[in-house]
Structure formats: structure tokens, C-alpha cells
């Protein structure tokens, strides 16, 4: 018989040889999701395409595909990913529900150790019930006075509620936005958690260009 702890040993592996990270898992009516992302630039240097390619051609997703399905088969669970909708696979909500990851202000996900710089990829959906590792303790934010996500802005695009991705895809547009542009969005850089995880310049801009297309 398979021991679970090794299963997910076994997957952590195996992820980590194309750059991937197992994120978190959490368990829904007797089966078990664990989501899979990567964090920093560690990334760059497995996929084809990245950083310099056209993200017309949606470079990451065709690797991750390529990648996962496989991983998929190998340890008898089905995939699904972050890209395949509308309707979207609700993956932050999945991974605040793995208990390592916080809602920020910004609205995407914070983890105490890589900030806002990590990406979710994929979820594996298990059946039964793994052995899963214990939630985080606490959210950064709650630790961080002055939010410098929330004023960093120059379009004043994050409210703490909501996001304005018209504003700022018409800033990105002009010549005022090639900071963001070239290094990345200037909210989540003003972020001071996980500096080291920080996505290189050339990263942040395919991320950015592939956004603003
Ligand atoms: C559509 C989409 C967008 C749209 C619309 C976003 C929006 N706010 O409406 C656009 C194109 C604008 C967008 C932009 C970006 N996105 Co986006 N996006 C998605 C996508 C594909 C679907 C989101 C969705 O509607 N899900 C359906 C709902 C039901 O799912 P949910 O998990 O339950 O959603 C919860 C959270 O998203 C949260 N939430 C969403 N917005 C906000 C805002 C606030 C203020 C708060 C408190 C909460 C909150 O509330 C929801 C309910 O709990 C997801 C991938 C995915 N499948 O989730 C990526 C995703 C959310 N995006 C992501 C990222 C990184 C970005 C960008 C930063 C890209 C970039 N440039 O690098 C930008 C942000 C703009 C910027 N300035 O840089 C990441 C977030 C990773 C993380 N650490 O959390 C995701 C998960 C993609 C990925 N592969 O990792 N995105
Ligand atoms: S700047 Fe502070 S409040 Fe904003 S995401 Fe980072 S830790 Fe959270
Ligand atoms: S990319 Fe720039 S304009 Fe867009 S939300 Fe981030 S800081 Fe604002």
C-alpha cells in the first residue's frame, strides 16, 4: 500500500524538478486538493518562451499543460488549472482555504514566506484524505502598519476592496506606466514581504506585457 506522506514527498519532488511548488492542500468531502505554483523567478529558466517571449502565445500555460499532465497521471489525481475558463476555477479561494496563503489588500494572495510573489498553476484533486501540512499562523498584513500596496498606486487603482484594472491597464498604455511595465506593478512592489522572491525585471514584464496585450 502507498503511504500518503510519501505521495506527497514523491509529488514535491517531482514538482520541483521543473521549478514548481506544492503550495498548500485542503480537504473537501473526503478528497483532497493541493495546489501547485511557483514562486520568485525560479521559473524562468524551465519554460520556453520566458522571459522574452510573446505572451500571445501563452508560453506558461502550454508548459504547465505539458508539464502537469503527466505529474496528473503519475500520482492518480485530475488536474484542472488556473487559465481554463471563463467560468474560472476559484484558485485563491482555493489556496486561502490551504491556510498558508491570506487574502491582502490587493486582492491577490499573500504567503508569509514569498509575499506577492508567488503564481498558482494548477490543482491536483486526490481521492481520500492525505496528510497535509499544518495552516500558517498568521497573515503578513496583519502585522504591517502603513500598507504602502494601498498608496503606491498611481492611478489609485486598489481601494482595499476592489480593483480597477481599466485605470490601470489606460496608465499601463502611456509612457507614465513603463515603470510597471518594465518592473513589475508598483503596488505589489511597494510590498515589503519576501524581498528575495521579488520576480526578476524581465519576468515582471513579460507577466505585465501579457496582462496589458
Ligand atoms: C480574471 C483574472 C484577472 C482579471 C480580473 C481580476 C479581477 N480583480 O477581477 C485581470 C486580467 C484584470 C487580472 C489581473 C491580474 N491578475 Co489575475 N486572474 C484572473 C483569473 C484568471 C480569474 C479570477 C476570477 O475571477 N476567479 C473566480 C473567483 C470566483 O475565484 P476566487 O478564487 O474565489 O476569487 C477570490 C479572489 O480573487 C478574491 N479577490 C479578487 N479580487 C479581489 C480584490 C480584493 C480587493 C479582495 C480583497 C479580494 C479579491 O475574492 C474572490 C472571492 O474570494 C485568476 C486565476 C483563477 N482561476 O483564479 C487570475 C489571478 C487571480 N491573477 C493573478 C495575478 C498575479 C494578476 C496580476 C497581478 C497579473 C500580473 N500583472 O502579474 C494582474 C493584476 C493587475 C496588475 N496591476 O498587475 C494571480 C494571483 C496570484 C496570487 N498570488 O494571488 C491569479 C491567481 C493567476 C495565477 N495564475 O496565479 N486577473
Ligand atoms: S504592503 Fe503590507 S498590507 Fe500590503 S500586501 Fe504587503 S504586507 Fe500586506
Ligand atoms: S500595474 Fe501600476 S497602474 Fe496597474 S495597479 Fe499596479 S501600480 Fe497601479
Redesign the pocket.
Known sequence: MTDDRDLLGDLETRLHEHGLLLLGGVVEGGKTRVVI?NAGSQIVSHVPGLPGGDPRTDPVNTWTRQVMAPIAQQFGATVCF??D?PP????????LGTGQAF?S?????IHPRYG?W????AALLFDGVLPLAQPAAVSPCETCRDRPCLSTCPVG??T????D?ES?RDHLAGSAGQDCMSQG?RA?RACPVGPEWRYAPAHAGF??RA?AR
Not at 474560472?88 to 489556496?95: I, K, L, N
Open positions: 505554483g488556473p487559465f475558463g474560472w476555477h476559484p484558485f485563491v479561494s482555493w489556496m487574502v489588500p490587493l486582492g491577490l494572495a506577492l508567488f503564481a498558482l498553476r487603482a486598489f482595499g476592496t476592489s480593483y484594472a490601470c506593478c505589489r507577466h505585465m496582462f
